[in-house]
């Protein structure tokens, strides 16, 4: 079984919270970047290798090769996997094709058209809360952080104020 110390939804993907204040504070050996967009894209790959701290192993993979790794007892064997994801969309899939993920934090969902402010620069959709609730009707438990300092806030509490 692989163990992933974090999953956290953050659309920036790698940025200075996630490589100095996440990665340090759980003692991250890999970070997963799970996007298929990302993982098609040399320049986006360029770019997160660049904001990955040169201590952490780097993983950017599709969906399915990301669950097929995470399924895999012997991949990143002995190692502290951190997960990260764009957003609910690419969530959805990674738990629908088994991915072996209970719990995620939630942390820089940008503004956007038809978005609602939740919690500090977490925004979401209508499209996005109703996949906050599907998974949290399937035993997933969701967690608002921006960094570890932060008292966690219990995600689903706070959406269900809107």
């Known amino acids: ?5 974090n999953v956290r939804i953050d659309e920036r993907l790698i940025h200075g919270q996630v490589a100095a204040y996440w990665t340090n504070n759980l003692n991250v050996t ?3 970047v799970i996007d298929d967009l990302a993982s098609q894209d040399e320049i986006q790959k360029m770019a997160l290798k660049m904001a990955c701290p040169s201590t952490v ?3 950017i993979l599709s969906v399915d090769r990301a669950v097929e790794r995470l399924n895999d007892p ?3 064997e002995g190692e502290r996997v951190f997960i990260v994801l764009r957003g609910t969309e690419t969530l959805e899939k990674v738990i629908e094709k088994g991915a072996p993920i209970k719990n995620i934090t939630v942390g ?3 503004n956007k058209v038809g978005s609602t402010r939740v919690y500090h620069t977490v925004c979401v959709t209508q499209d996005d809360i109703r996949r906050f609730r599907e998974l949290a009707d399937k035993g997933i438990t969701f967690t608002a952080q921006m960094v570890p300092s932060d008292e966690p806030q219990n995600f ?3 959406i269900a104020k809107l």
């Not at 079984?1 to 110390?5: A, E, F």
């Open 108 to 110: 820089n969902m940008s």
């Open 74 to 76: 012997t991949a990143y």
């Open 30 to 32: 890999r970070l997963m």
């Open 156 to 158: 689903i509490d706070l």
């Open 1 to 5: 079984m692989v163990n992933i110390v």
């Open 57 to 59: 192993k780097l993983s």
